[in-house]
């Protein structure tokens, strides 16, 4: 059974930063890669970033870019979405999600933990 659990969100003003967890237990880590997604009020759920928990490469969407960095934890068992710069339009839900590195869909999703950001 695989499990993710979120944690770190909350209210910043606008400059700030946050640090968001995700805890996984997976039966090969290897396997997976891991994303954070998003979804602020009134919008679709949108991609943030995304980890292979392998060989530790990263993708951003262009929003986020520059501001925003994914990171993991082996021993921990643990991705990390470090979040700088933040703006208002950063207000939204954010979900952990994992794929196996042979499937094209987000098939494990964590409950979602709040981050507003306000001006």
């Known amino acids: 059974q695989v499990q993710l659990v979120e944690s770190g969100g909350g209210s910043v003003q606008a400059g700030g930063s946050l640090r968001l967890s995700c805890a996984a237990s997976l039966r090969t880590f290897s396997n997976y890669r891991m994303g954070w997604f998003r979804q602020g009020p009134g919008k679709e759920r949108e991609f943030v970033a995304t980890i292979n928990w392998d060989d530790g490469t990263t993708d951003y969407s262009d929003s986020v870019k520059g501001r925003f960095t994914i990171a993991r934890d082996n021993a921990k068992n643990t991705v990390y979405l470090q979040m700088d710069s933040l703006k208002p339009e950063d207000t939204a839900v954010y979900y952990c999600?994992?794929?196996?590195?042979?499937?094209?869909?987000?098939?494990?999703w964590g409950q979602g933990t709040q981050v507003t950001v306000s001006a």
């Open positions: 999600a994992a794929r196996h590195v042979a499937s094209l869909n987000y098939n494990y």
